[in-house]
């Protein structure tokens, strides 16, 4: 390992350690502790993990998935993003058959799942009442995102997951001075933005069972999403 890729990797297994034991959000830790607590019934034996998620990749990742929120049962259960519910097994069978993971199941934080060139992430590490997280929620995860970009060192691509997350990554790039106003970047599935860092913003519908499920994201085009990260990752 370079020394600059073990700087990225302190780097954020310290920053994840801070998001963890993270209280800035009362209502988001409480709902998260409920949750915990009363289980779902197809996970009564399960030890959730209740506390805020951290992200999971490849400290050399040259492409970042942001995602909304850890889902309550799934997230919140596992302690990984999108691992343990059916936005998980919508994603990472396709980020295998992309290269990008080495297995296409993802159900715990032990089963032997690894990134490669990948990051994975989200706007809000605490699972949201309803999957919406109010603004001064956002707010108080902020700069945890700012962190963890500038701590990926090799990044190259941004992929945002629904329209909360790409609205999440403008207020990133506004926050760091990369844009002055949000001009013409518009989230729409499939949408690819070039930015002056020289970074490519993509855009996606988000993997939830409800887009899924009614055939609003399907696995052709979520593929055709991350074909093209991996393409222009290559072309650098």
Known sequence: ??????????????LNARIIGCNRCTRLRDYCIQI?????RAYADSDYWGR?????????????????????????????????D??????YPVLYKTGFASQPNATSRDDGMRLRGMQITSVVRCAPPGNKPLPDELANCA???????AALRNLRVIVCLGKIAFDGMLQHFRRTGQLARR???????????????????LASYHPSLQNTNTGKLTEEMFLRIFRRAAEITRAR
């Open 1 to 14: 390992m370079s020394g600059k890729s073990r700087n990225s990797e302190s780097a954020l297994d310290t």
């Open 143 to 149: 700069p945890y995102l700012d962190e963890e970009i």
């Open 36 to 40: 915990a607590a009363l289980k779902r």
């Open 52 to 84: 805020p998620v951290p992200s999971f990749g490849d400290p050399d990742a040259a492409v970042l998935i942001v995602g909304l929120a850890p889902g309550a049962h799934g997230s919140n259960r596992t302690g990984r993003p999108f691992t343990g």
């Open 183 to 201: 001009g013409e970047m518009i989230f729409a599935h499939g949408a690819e933005y070039s930015l002056p860092s020289g970074q490519t913003l």
């Open 86 to 91: 059916g936005s998980g097994n919508f994603l």
